[in-house]
């Protein structure tokens, strides 16, 4: 009988091509010591944005792992909040290279979220009007909270 596909057969598109994904995250890591020298993001911020984003490609590397064998898996609020931490980089090359979590819409949706989120944080903390920009933005997100 013809008439709509079975959803379960239909394969899903991942939302962004995974050459695109590496590319971005190194891009991403390539631009960190621009911004130590022309901004006043500190040297040791870069440095934890790197070691972040090396754990971070870790973490979905052992849930991909726990996946496969149908193990414990990482719970996804924690991929995001790493994320927005700055491991962001990582996950991006994660999900270019392991190919995990790129497929799945509602993960993607809140995974654009906490990049704008960290990217936020640090134009805040990289301009010499920083704190009245996160202070602008914790305004904003009490209102919205509360």
Known sequence: MRGRANPSRIEKKAVMPSGLRVMLSSVALAVLPVLVYRTRLPVHGVLWLV???????????????????????????????????????GALLAQGVLRHKSRKLRFQVWFWMAVAMHLLLMHGLAHA???????????IVHQVVM
Do not use: M, N
Request: net charge positive; aromatic share 14%.
């Open 51 to 89: 070691l972040i984003s090396l754990a971070t490609f870790l973490v979905y590397w052992l849930d991909k792992d726990a996946a496969r064998h149908r193990e414990w898996r990482v719970p996804e609020r924690t991929l995001q909040w790493l994320s927005v931490l700055g491991g962001w980089p």
């Open 129 to 139: 009007d920083g704190q009245q920009f996160l202070h602008a933005v914790g305004r």
